[in-house]
């Protein structure tokens, strides 16, 4: 197992060898302004024109984002399809939205094929040479907005304010979601220290722990999922993103801590650590939820660290707690040397890049 040196996240040369991964985290915000100013005519275009579809199905990449912000306010069915095609009652008379990478996506090709074949009405976000765009060119219904990167989150937002245009969806202000990513850039910039820096500081909590991460809200719950995808990759350890009901068995299975043991003379198995995402949501089932998981960690000796982000429109506060997360899981992987120290095999520059993976 890998041991974690706090003295690498101030490390200079440590940051400045992962500085490809910190750079690619900070340009979240300009990348969604890209995909906004880059979509900007196709989505001028988009209206209702009378027209609602009868449901609404979504493929390809963050599709299950796309449903959290999607379904407690969309006037018709909402269905996150998992693929292969389409559901079989898919028809003329829906819309299929479709978000897809440069890489080829099976899934992805396939809904947008079949959607062509169906003659549904498409909504595209995907580069314009890339297999999905391609496979979506027969239609005449179609909508695509060409994505500038393989950034899900920034596609996701451009689809969303589409949907908002044609009264499907809420109000999404994607300029508010880049200005939010700069703001959390500037707070977990690697040029901030420890004590001022709340990425750092949630990486050291991570240090020794096995991450149990916990959103309440339909929304904090996915940022959750996103936030372990990243921790898992940064640490090559297990991660757990669940509901309440399955992590509050994980909390109570745990022994108390023995404050005698020696770890020098036999290390303690990595105990859990308990990371609540709280993105401002006022409902009484989730201050329930927490309660319940605090009091359960409290009384079984389990750490735990919550991320807050309670301003900002929905998806705002979901960017936000979700790229809070992933500076998290890339000070981790830093501490650990996973990041920014070259291995044997690997050309300079290249040092532990996940910055290619979904999860970035």
Known sequence: MSVFDDSRLDDPAALEASDHLLRRLAGAGARVRAELEASEEALSQLSTDGFRPRAI????????????????????????????????????????????????????????SEAVRRGAGLLVAAPPDSPVAQASAGSRHAVR?????????????????????????????GKAVAEMLDEVAIECSPNNDVASNPAKDLALMLADALPLVWGGSVLAARAARRVVEAVRLASGRPALAADCGHLLPVLANQPPRDVFADPFDQ??????????LDDGV??????????????????????VHVVRQAN???????????????YAAAYLGIGLGRYGTPRPDQAPGTAGNPAEDPAW
């Open 57 to 112: 199905v979504a493929a390809g990449r963050d599709a299950r984002l796309v449903r959290a912000v999607l379904e407690p306010v969309c006037p018709v069915p909402f269905v996150a399809w998992p693929g292969p095609g389409l559901p079989g009652w898919t028809s003329p008379l829906d819309l299929v939205v479709v978000l897809g990478g440069s890489d080829d996506d099976p899934g992805a090709v396939a809904a947008a």
């Open 145 to 173: 907005l060409p994505s500038q990167s393989d950034d899900q989150l920034a596609a996701a937002v451009a689809v969303l304010q589409g949907l908002h245009q044609m009264d499907l969806g809420p109000a999404v202000d």
């Open 267 to 276: 290390p303690e198995e990595l105990r859990p650590g308990l990371v609540i």
């Open 282 to 303: 006022e409902d009484a089932g989730v201050a329930e939820h927490r309660r319940q998981l605090e009091d359960k960690a409290e009384r079984h000796d389990v750490r």
């Open 312 to 326: 900002g429109t929905d998806v705002a506060r979901y960017a936000a707690l979700t790229q809070h997360g992933r």
